[in-house]
DNA sequence: GCCGTTTTCGGCCCGACTGTTTTCAGTCG
């Protein structure tokens, strides 16, 4: 059972509570939510935790629900989940995941029309909609039959509460929309907000704030952007759309008295926000979007983020961080870390160019020279080549020593005029890698006869993703092992939304890699981000380098770097953990040392 | 059911919007 299958399964059993008796669970639905989303976080599968008798140190996981947990793992099943659950209909809990379906309307439903079956319910409820039944149901009405029609026929195409996008999707859908709401003359100021300014590296939906003397205006303007499918709703200060292309857009209005605590709330994430208002309680204040409320009931405005902070006795947390793993401890200890910027990346390690190296993958489509002007651009000081290892089964080691040693010399003679041509101190320099596979045996893809045609290998697994714990784990230390071996490319090897990544026991990793003067990158593509940021977090605890790399194969590509820099951002990295932060001669040392 | 820089008992974030009501229940973030 994956630790998605489990939260799923806690959420379901505080459905069922919420369905008996809200107000007597009170506090009970609110701890198996708790418990549900901190397994949805974890780095490691609990089935592994329980394997290794360590259910002990899971947030929001206490004695009760962790002999659950135990004798979920046992048994297969867990006995008072199943009474709990018993009691409702078991056709409820596919319901749960179609937006604006909650435990009520689930129940009432299911409940009234005796419906049973949780393979059909979706069907079934779409048919009594159609035949107009649902309409008739006390505190149902025709708004209410529809609205039910229009949310089955978007979660049939899709859209479900857990349906997410990558970064670029929801970054353009942010920009356009911003571009449009800056046309009207009640818009101040917008901004992107919600797990967009987190960098998180899925978006559910995008969350937008205005600074408006006239929010009824903004509204009004908002609601009218052209590339709308539909209105989900719209008030007075809130208001949301789905795109034509069935994203939801949120929309909070405040006037610019109020940006600060508008900018905070809406940021996040809840897990924060939540943190943040259990620590003002304790001093007399209630946060709210609307400002902090004082012990006297007077409303004290924000206009700028960094005030509301400092108000409750802190420093100012950037996005990344806002997660609730400790940051605001930190921030009032003001020991928050200085993380690492865009501004401080100094060259980019894994670029493909189009060098005719015969590879087992893709090659990139520009040239060697056009990607160099592109670094130029980036003011970078280095920037290293790392194309894939010549393909071993369509050559003989011949073959491939003749390849790299042309490639070898093609980059010299590269580098040579590059020094020629340094003109208004900018210059670059290039550096020879490769990206090899490390095969399932844990081989290297490359002959050794080959090893010192290149300076160094960055390795990553490109096959044979769905081996065992022990085994992978074995067979990654051992292709790290090679003296060439510095960089260990998008570790986990998953693709969001497409593929999980592989499931190593990642603290061995961690500690070969801190010990051996290794890095592990982290990947800017936005399908990849990889290593995850929850990992880039564990890594750093354990003293792990970092490289941040594009694996562009295009020169544009390049830019994405900026993606790259905001998962070593979430995983709280400082410059001192990110090697290509260093100046060319430091990290010429590094990457020759052996 | 969880948790501890006021607590091993007694607390547990805060507000917006809709559809159905005529003061609220349900969902969402």
Redesign the pocket.
């Known amino acids: 059972m994956t630790n998605q299958e489990v939260a799923k399964l806690l959420r379901n059993v505080a459905a069922a509570y919420?369905i008996k008796d809200?107000k007597k669970y009170?506090?009970?639905i609110?701890?198996?939510q708790?418990?549900a989303s901190s397994i949805e976080t974890l780095t490691k599968q609990l089935k592994d935790l329980y394997k290794e008798d360590d259910l002990n140190n899971?947030?929001?996981?206490?004695?009760?629900?962790?002999n659950h947990l135990l004798e979920l793992f046992k048994t297969g099943e867990v006995s008072?989940f199943r009474t709990v659950m018993g009691q409702v209909s078991q056709a409820v809990f596919p319901l749960l995941d179609?937006?604006?379906?909650?435990?009520?309307?689930?129940y009432?439903l299911t409940e009234h029309f005796n419906l049973t079956n949780p393979k059909t319910v979706i069907a079934d409820i779409k048919k009594l909609a159609q035949s107009g039944q649902i309409?008739e149901l006390?505190?149902?009405?025709?708004?209410?039959?529809k609205?039910i029609l229009q949310a089955l026929d978007e979660y049939s195409k899709g859209a479900g509460?857990t349906t997410r996008m990558v970064l670029p999707v929801a970054n353009n859908i942010a920009q356009e929309v911003i571009k449009y709401l800056k046309k009207s003359k009640d818009v101040k100021q917008a901004y992107a907000l919600?797990s967009l300014r987190r960098m998180k590296s899925t978006v559910?939906?995008v969350?937008l704030a205005v600074s408006s003397s006239n929010p009824q205006g903004a509204i009004e303007h908002f609601m009218n952007y052209p590339y709308k499918s539909r209105m989900i709703?719209?008030?007075?200060?809130?208001?949301s759309f789905l795109t034509s292309g069935k994203q939801?857009v949120?929309l909070m209005v405040l006037p610019p008295k109020q940006l600060g605590s508008l900018l905070q709330h809406?940021t996040?994430s809840?897990n924060h926000?939540?943190a943040l208002?259990?620590h003002?309680?304790?001093k007399g204040?209630?946060?709210?979007?609307?400002g902090i409320?004082l012990k006297n009931g007077s409303l004290k405005t924000f206009s700028s983020e960094e005030d509301f902070y400092n108000f409750l006795g802190m420093d100012w947390i950037a996005p990344e961080m806002r997660e609730n793993k400790g940051e605001i401890?930190l921030a009032i200890k003001r020991n928050l870390p200085k993380l690492v910027s865009l501004s401080d990346i100094k060259g980019d390690l894994h670029t493909h160019s189009n060098y005719p190296i015969e590879p087992s993958h893709d090659l990139g489509i520009n040239s060697m020279q056009e990607m160099v002007d592109k670094a130029l651009d980036l003011k970078y000081e280095y920037i290293g080549f790392s194309e894939h290892n010549p393909s071993v089964s369509m050559h003989t080691e011949k073959q491939i020593f003749s390849i790299l040693s042309k490639r070898k010399a093609h980059i010299e003679q590269l580098n040579k005029s590059l020094k020629n041509q340094k003109t208004n101190n900018k210059n670059v320099r290039v550096i020879n890698l490769l990206e090899v596979d490390i095969l399932a045996s844990g081989k290297i893809a490359l002959p050794e006869s080959c090893f010192d045609l290149v300076d160094a290998f960055l390795v990553s697994i490109h096959s044979s993703f769905g081996m065992e714990k022990k085994a992978m784990t074995e067979r990654i230390i051992k292709g790290m092992s090679s003296p060439k071996a510095k960089i260990l490319s998008h570790p986990t090897a998953r693709m969001i939304n497409n593929r999980p990544g592989i499931n190593p026991d990642w603290g061995e990793i961690f500690e070969f890699v801190a010990k051996a003067n290794k890095a592990l990158e982290i990947n800017s593509w936005p399908e990849r981000l990889d290593l995850p940021d929850d990992l880039v977090f564990e890594a750093k605890a354990k003293n792990v380098k970092f490289i941040i790399n594009t694996d562009s194969h295009a020169a544009s590509q390049m830019d994405n770097m900026f993606y790259g820099v905001s998962v070593a951002r979430r995983g709280w990295l400082t410059k001192n953990e990110v090697l290509n932060t260093k100046n060319d001669a430091d990290f010429s040392s590094w990457i020759n040392s052996k």
């Not at 899971?58 to 629900?65: A, D, F, K, L, R």
């Not at 006390?138 to 039959?145: I, L, R, V």
């Open positions: 919420s809200e009170r506090f009970q609110i701890a198996y708790k418990a899971i947030p929001g996981v206490g004695e009760s629900i962790k008072h179609i937006p604006s379906f909650g435990p009520k309307k689930a009432k309409a006390d505190t149902f009405g025709e708004k209410s039959q609205d509460k919600g559910g939906d969350d709703e719209k008030g007075t200060i809130t208001a939801q949120d809406f996040g809840k926000n939540v208002r259990e003002a309680i304790k204040y209630s946060l709210s979007e609307k409320k401890e």
